[in-house]
């Protein structure tokens, strides 16, 4: 009897990756989206999961670019960003729902399940190490890790990498009302004009 030959540890997460996406495409018609909706999930899928097993490969031959400044030293490509990629910016396209979570209210407890599945790899402590050293990597896995409601830190914007977000107190600025403009008048001209009855009431 044979069995499925374990898969080495270089080929690990590529592979859940890949399981994740044949998964996704195998059921993405069934659930509720548009047509260009279906698309545009499919393509970010796609570009994502490829993007991040480039650059896995990369720090695992120890070729990833330091990082200065919070910044990627290589700007980012249409390959590296699938919004850019897909036209999901406003005004350039069609674009997909920002809000938390909106995948898995359109698929359901399917979409919950890749979501998890999505989870487990992200934990993993190499995955760790390329997000932490690669903001490009964090680029590519945040839209998705929103979409299907993924609780991590870096998914929510709390933090990237080690770098905490400050949070500035609003300064409230007090206006002053200007007091009416008035125009002084010479002495004895309001007297001269209650003698004469103006401003009476009729």
């Known amino acids: 009897m044979e069995f499925c030959p374990a898969l080495s540890v270089p080929e690990t997460i590529p592979a859940r990756l890949g399981m994740i996406l044949r998964g996704v495409l195998e059921v993405l018609g069934g659930w509720r989206l548009e047509v260009v909706q279906l ?12 993007g991040i097993a480039r650059l896995l490969a990369r720090h695992r031959a120890g070729r990833l670019r330091p990082v200065s400044g919070g910044r990627s030293a290589r700007p980012v490509t249409a390959d590296d960003d699938p919004n850019s990629a897909m ?12 809000r938390f979570g909106w995948l898995v209210r359109a698929g359901g407890y399917q979409a919950a399940g890749f979501g998890s599945q999505l989870q487990a ?6 995955m760790v190490a390329l997000l932490t050293e690669c903001p490009q990597a964090v680029r590519l896995l945040r839209p998705l890790c929103r979409a299907l409601a993924i609780e991590l830190d870096w998914v929510k914007g709390a933090a990237r ?5 400050v949070v500035r107190p609003r300064v409230t600025r007090v206006r002053v009302k200007p007091e009416p403009f008035r125009i002084p008048l010479p002495r004895g001209v309001i007297s001269a004009a209650r003698r004469a009855g103006f401003g009476k009431r009729c």
């Open 39 to 50: 698309r545009l999930v499919h393509r970010r899928f796609s570009l994502a999961f490829a």
């Open 87 to 98: 036209g999901c910016v406003a005004g350039r396209g069609p674009a997909l729902p920002r």
């Open 121 to 126: 790899v992200l934990t993993e402590p190499e």
């Open 161 to 165: 990498g080690s770098a905490e977000r």
